[in-house]
């Protein structure tokens, strides 16, 4: 059971990139998807989730009309797509599935190592 984030990079401020999480081992569209960031000095913060069966997408209101999470499920992965990004989305995003939704890290058991997101000019 192996989760990986990727897509992760250097980008200008008002930039986009599309973060992936992809899963081995199990299938990713029977569990409840989180993306989480955390920035250096502080605390694991969720910025999205989707849920399994319905893919209902909940996301924190600082992301909310930049941040689009979805499911490609032939692929056994989740995106992030990430807009108009500013300085303080510079963080380690990870991916985390879990057998419901939750904005609590601890409600996940899978982890992905992290991607590191830096928008900068």
């Known amino acids: 059971v192996q989760l990986q984030a990727s897509g992760g990079g250097l980008v200008q401020p008002g930039g986009s990139l599309r973060l992936s999480c992809s899963a081995s081992?199990?299938?990713?569209?029977?569990?409840?998807v989180g993306w989480f960031r955390q920035a250096p000095g502080k605390e694991r913060e969720g910025v999205s989730c989707?849920?399994?069966?319905?893919?209902?997408?909940y996301y924190r209101d600082s992301v909310k009309g930049r941040f689009t999470i979805s499911r490609d499920n032939a692929k056994n992965t989740v995106y992030l797509q990430i807009n108009s990004l500013k300085p303080d989305d510079t963080a380690v995003y990870y991916c985390?599935?879990?057998?419901?939704?939750?904005?609590?890290?601890?409600?996940?058991?899978?982890w992905g190592d992290g991607t590191l997101v830096t928008v900068s000019s």
């Open positions: 985390a599935a879990g057998s419901g939704i939750s904005w609590a890290p601890e409600g996940y058991a899978y």
């Open positions: 081992g199990f299938r990713l569209d029977y569990y409840a």
């Open positions: 989707i849920d399994s069966g319905n893919g209902y997408t």
